[in-house]
């Protein structure tokens, strides 16, 4: 791994990412969509190259001169399947077939726990995939497409299924910083989570190792969503949450669709995020950590969110769902 093309990466975990290949000591290329997210990476050792996954042949010039392609970037809502596909799915495809015209060595895929049904059982590489929200089918069919194409040519495939990827500069600690949080349900299921320096340094890792393979990943403890507020309270005790039933938040975000048809901008404010929030969805311990030798900076929320509530307290970021500028 000597040249890596990040998408996504003025992202919440393409940023991460980039960051931690410099730290490598390694001259990333940041795939940007928007030139003004790039001011991001001022003062960074990073080229940038201005490109967009709906075309084409932006892509072929992103890929070129790269042996490595961690691909985070898509839109990343949990909209209806119609509106994610064209770069979950279609821009994917392009950017794989591109890669391998470039000669590419590999190509590592963010993709979503969000392909699995609520289970009983954590979830593992064995549990089958039945998506229920149009985010998480458009993820399995990108997986599909992208490991038929790999499996056609000389490239090395991976699609990482990541769970709730938290951190300082995530949408939820956005709304920890003003104090109150609103989440629908009672937040009683037991659901996967990772730390935002733990799921960047596994993308990396599977990069560096040649690992193939499509499989979930989490930390070493699934916790509900009242826990993982809970821990949040023990370092900032003015923190509230308030619970709205299940029901009245899926008719709220459905109230909402007609404005989010003109609305330019993804959102998260929609029914499937209203039912996959409800999801138990915890993952089997250690799966995918033992196969490419790697252990979680952050093994439970426990160690991780008090990392994160300390970054709070001094970091600057606009999340790209935020960021209405360019």
Same mark, same amino acid.
């Given at each position: 791994?000597?040249? *890596? ?12 990412? $980039?960051?931690?290949?410099? !730290?490598?000591?390694?001259?990333? /290329? ?6 003004? %997210?790039?001011?991001?990476?001022? %003062? ?11 075309? !084409? ?8 001169? *790269? ?7 898509? %839109?990343?809502?949990?909209? +209806?399947?119609? $509106?994610?596909?064209?770069?979950? *799915? ?83 600690? !956005?709304?920890? %910083? ?25 993308? @990396? /890792?599977? +990069? ?14 699934? +916790? ?7 821990? @949040? !309270? ?25 404005? /989010?048809?003109?609305? /330019? ?35 439970? @929320? ?10 709070? *307290? ?13």
């Amino acid at each position: 791994m000597e040249k *890596v093309l990040v998408t996504g990466a003025t992202g919440f975990i393409g940023y991460e990412v $980039i960051n931690q290949l410099i !730290k490598l000591d390694l001259k990333p /290329r940041a795939m940007v969509r928007r030139p003004l %997210r790039g001011s991001l990476f001022a %003062r960074k050792n990073v080229e940038i190259v201005q490109a967009d996954l709906l075309e !084409k042949d932006s892509l072929k010039r992103a890929v070129e001169g *790269v042996d490595t392609v961690i691909h985070l970037g898509a %839109r990343a809502s949990f909209e +209806a399947y119609k $509106i994610v596909k064209p770069t979950i *799915v279609d821009g994917s495809v392009d950017l794989l077939n591109c890669a391998i015209e470039a000669g590419v060595k590999s190509f590592v895929h963010a993709s979503s726990l969000l392909v699995y049904d609520e289970q009983d059982e954590p979830v593992d590489q064995e549990t089958p995939a039945e998506p229920q929200s149009g985010y998480g089918k458009a993820k399995k069919e990108a997986e599909i497409k992208l490991k038929e194409i790999a499996n056609q040519n000389e490239i090395k495939f991976a699609a990482i299924r990541l769970p709730h990827v938290y951190g300082a500069r995530d949408l939820m600690f !956005k709304e920890v %910083r003003k104090g109150i949080a609103m989440f629908p349900g009672r937040g009683e299921n037991l659901y996967a989570h990772l730390h935002i320096e733990d799921a960047a340094r596994v993308m @990396i /890792r599977v +990069a560096e190792v040649g690992w193939e393979g499509i499989s979930p990943v989490a930390d070493y403890l699934p +916790a509900s969503w009242h826990e993982f507020f809970d821990v @949040i !309270k023990q370092y900032y005790p003015r923190f509230r949450t308030i619970k709205v039933p299940e029901t009245l938040s899926i008719l709220g975000t459905y109230m909402l669709a007609p404005a /989010r048809w003109f609305g /330019r901008y993804p959102s998260l404010y929609t029914p499937d995020a209203a039912k996959t929030w409800n999801d138990n969805l915890p993952v089997e311990k250690g799966v995918l950590w033992n196969e490419i030798d790697l252990e979680p900076k952050y093994p439970t @929320i426990h160690e991780g969110i008090p990392a994160v509530m300390d970054e709070c *307290v001094t970091f600057q970021w606009v999340h790209p769902l935020d960021d209405k500028k360019g």
